[in-house]
């Protein structure tokens, strides 16, 4: 048997999963003004309902981005020193990847999924996921910069999920009409799919190596 919490902090509404061999056990969520000074006491409480020590746990996952710096940073810190005091291993899952992976689970028409995120302003980034990849702990980078001519690397056939550029639509619709695409703009991922999909990858880390994923290209970083 083996026991999981998962964590994911990076929007406004957050939530915790506790998972035995895959299976959600109990999950809550709850809003903050302020992670840093709301995490723990949260935590805490959620532990003190459902009768668990976080000794019991034998792994963690966490949502390590992108998204919210700050947020991220309180998050990632948190399950680093949970888990190194704890000698426990850990996993990080991408919100990109936990989007795709409830996209997937939602439908069984299409077998790629390109999920987005949206960095700042009019900049994204995406990446494409199928249910071979998307297990891949180690297939967390890479994404891509979107542009017009990187829909050319789209899938022929595939969901869009995730944060979707307004301009998306037109630009398949007048250069991919070979393709079939389905574009799903309510997915939205939390502890549970966070858990599930770190449950299914089956790998797990020494906490030193967790870090905030925060891909910003040099050109969109720097300050105009």
Request: aromatic share 14%; charged share 20%.
């Given at each position: 048997m083996r026991q999981l919490l998962a964590i994911d902090c990076i929007d406004k509404l957050s939530s915790?999963?506790?998972?035995?061999d895959g299976e959600i056990i109990s999950y809550s969520e709850f809003e903050h003004d302020s992670l840093s000074a709301e995490l723990l006491n949260n935590l805490n409480r959620f532990l003190l309902e459902n009768k668990i020590d976080l000794n019991d746990f034998d792994v963690f996952a966490v949502c390590n981005g992108p998204g919210g710096y700050t947020s991220l940073r309180v998050a990632i810190a948190t399950i680093k020193g949970i888990a190194s005091s704890l000698n426990k291993k850990v996993q990080a899952v991408s919100k990109l990847?936990?989007?795709?992976y409830t996209a997937l689970q939602m439908?069984?028409?299409?077998?790629?999924?390109?999920?987005?995120?949206?960095?700042?302003?009019?900049?994204?980034?995406?990446?494409?996921?199928?249910?071979?990849?998307?297990?891949d702990a180690k297939n967390e980078g890479a994404f891509i910069e979107f542009n017009k001519s990187a829909i050319k690397q789209f899938a022929k056939n595939a969901i869009i999920c995730g944060d979707i550029p307004h301009e998306l639509p037109k630009m398949i619709d007048a250069k991919l009409s070979n393709g079939q695409y389905k574009i799903l703009r309510q997915?939205?991922?939390?502890?549970r799919i966070i858990a599930?999909?770190?449950?299914?990858?089956?790998i797990y880390y020494e906490s030193d190596k967790l870090d905030v994923l925060y891909p910003l290209p040099p050109k969109i970083h720097k300050k105009k």
């Open positions: 915790f999963a506790h998972v035995i990847a936990a989007n795709a439908q069984n028409e299409y077998q790629d999924i390109i999920s987005f995120h949206k960095i700042r302003d009019s900049h994204y980034i995406f990446k494409q996921y199928n249910a071979v990849n998307i297990l997915i939205t991922k939390d502890a599930e999909l770190a449950f299914a990858r089956k």
